[in-house]
T-cell receptor, first 114, second 112 residues
């Protein structure tokens, strides 16, 4: 069964460093998403991407964040200058209209900022 | 702004008992609702999706109901097993292709 994959599974970085989180969505899905979950808190939406552009973003997704679909398979989230409060589990998801927009999630990348 | 609430936050039951998990949302204009399972430190596994036009959806021992007008969904898990121990999350989708808004989850422990 097709699945969303994410790399790395765990990333440790120092405050102020740039990180890139990578995702391979399910092929032939058209909608892509990033969510995050701070330990003990709700899963919260960051950004959605459709037709090669951002379709919606939350107030969390400020100028320090960017997304890219550099080729036909990868979807990346970049954080330019990480802060301690960026420590969280980051989930990528994808969906398509033929699955009634059901969102399929990857296993997540645990980002630890020290 | 859509708010999703799950009560109780935690639940402990003996093996074999049926589980009833509640989800409520403030804006009834939804496209669909998904129930997820999350194991500690892991990703989200989609269990069931209910379209806004549906009242119920079933998969094996799982049954989810939706009352859109009152802003409620219930997930029933029949004959619980220790392997059902996990956190269960509900999330609502406002429109096709939109973001999901999540509840805080119900942490379930099924004791052998």
């Amino acid at each position: 069964e097709p699945e969303v994959t994410q790399t790395p599974s765990h990333q440790v970085t120092q405050m102020g460093q740039e990180v890139i989180l990578r995702c391979v969505p399910i092929s032939n899905h058209l909608y892509f998403y990033w969510y995050r979950q701070i330990l003990g808190q709700k899963v919260e939406f960051l950004v959605s991407f459709y037709n090669n552009e951002i379709s919606e973003k939350s107030e969390i997704f400020d100028d320090q964040f960017s997304v890219e679909r550099p080729d036909g398979s990868n979807f990346t989230l970049k954080i330019r200058s990480t802060k301690l409060e960026d420590s969280a589990m980051y989930f990528c998801a994808s969906s398509g209209y033929w699955v009634n927009y059901e969102q399929y999630f990857g296993p997540g990348t645990r980002l630890t900022v020290t | 702004k859509q708010e999703v609430t799950q009560i109780p936050a935690a639940l402990s039951v003996p093996e074999g008992e049926n589980l009833v998990l509640n989800c409520s949302f403030t804006d009834s204009a939804i496209y669909n609702l998904q129930w997820f399972r999350q194991d500690p430190g892991k990703g989200l596994t989609s269990l069931l999706l209910i379209q806004s036009s549906q009242r119920e959806q079933t998969s094996g021992r799982l049954n989810a109901s939706l009352d859109k007008s009152s802003g409620r969904s219930t997930l029933y898990i029949a004959a619980s097993q220790p392997g059902d121990s996990a956190t269960y999350l509900c999330a609502v989708l406002k429109a096709a292709g939109n973001k999901l808004t999540f509840g805080g989850g119900t942490r379930v422990l099924v004791k052998p």
